[in-house]
Structure formats: C-alpha cells, structure tokens
C-alpha cells in the first residue's frame, strides 16, 4: 500500500486547508483510514479516521467541528478538511492506513503511512 498526502501550506488563524491523500496498491484489506499529527518536540497524535467505506468517522476533541475527513470512492483518495484553523494545529500531518477492523487512535495500529505534510498556521 502507498500513500501519498498533499495538501499542506501556510495560513493564517482562522483560514482553511484540505489535505489529500492518495492510496494505492493493495488496498482491499485496509478497514480504517486516519489522520495524524506531529508538532515539534511532541509526540504523534491522532487527528480523525475514517473508515474504508466512509461510513464511520471519528475526530480527537480539540478539532470536532473544525475539521471533517471523508473519502473519494472513486479515485480512493481520503480528505482531511480543516476549518478555522489555530496556530496550536501546525503540525506535520500524516495519513496513515490500518488493517485493524476496529478503529483506533493509536499510531502503532496502523500499518501504513504517508510522507506527512506540513500545515502552518500563523497567529
């Protein structure tokens, strides 16, 4: 499986982002897609996933209502929409795939990531 996520930039508080991510190769056994997150000095946090369906979604409480993570079923690409961004979000984001049929918000449950992409967000 590869992934590959795009999407990142400079904005200023309270601007918008929606970063992208592509996955390809063997895709059939992947159930959940997420989304993470690593400020400097910090560890790697979850974000939001999305199941393969793009049925189920789930978010850490700091960006519900903010941000919102959906699919392309056609081109099997996965969205991380991100409104009204804060400075607290920089970070470099990542995409990650698991093959895990229960979804989880821990990194080492998902089995494939993306080169990460880095979102700035300016005060």
């Known amino acids: 499986v590869q992934l590959q996520a795009s999407g990142g930039g400079l904005v200023q508080a309270g601007g918008s982002l929606r970063l992208s991510c592509a996955a390809s190769?063997?895709?059939?056994?992947?159930?959940?897609m997420g989304w993470f997150r690593q400020a400097p000095g910090k560890e790697r946090e979850f974000v939001a996933a999305i199941n393969w369906g793009g049925t189920s979604t789930y978010y850490r409480d700091s960006v519900k209502g903010r941000f919102a993570v959906s699919r392309d079923n056609a081109k099997i690409t996965f969205y991380l929409q991100m409104n009204s961004l804060k400075p607290e979000d920089t970070a470099v984001y990542y995409c990650a795939a698991s093959l895990d049929t229960v979804v989880s918000v821990r990194a080492q449950k998902y089995d494939y990531w993306g080169q990460g992409t880095q979102v700035t967000v300016s005060s």
């Open positions: 190769g063997r895709t059939l056994n992947i159930y959940h």
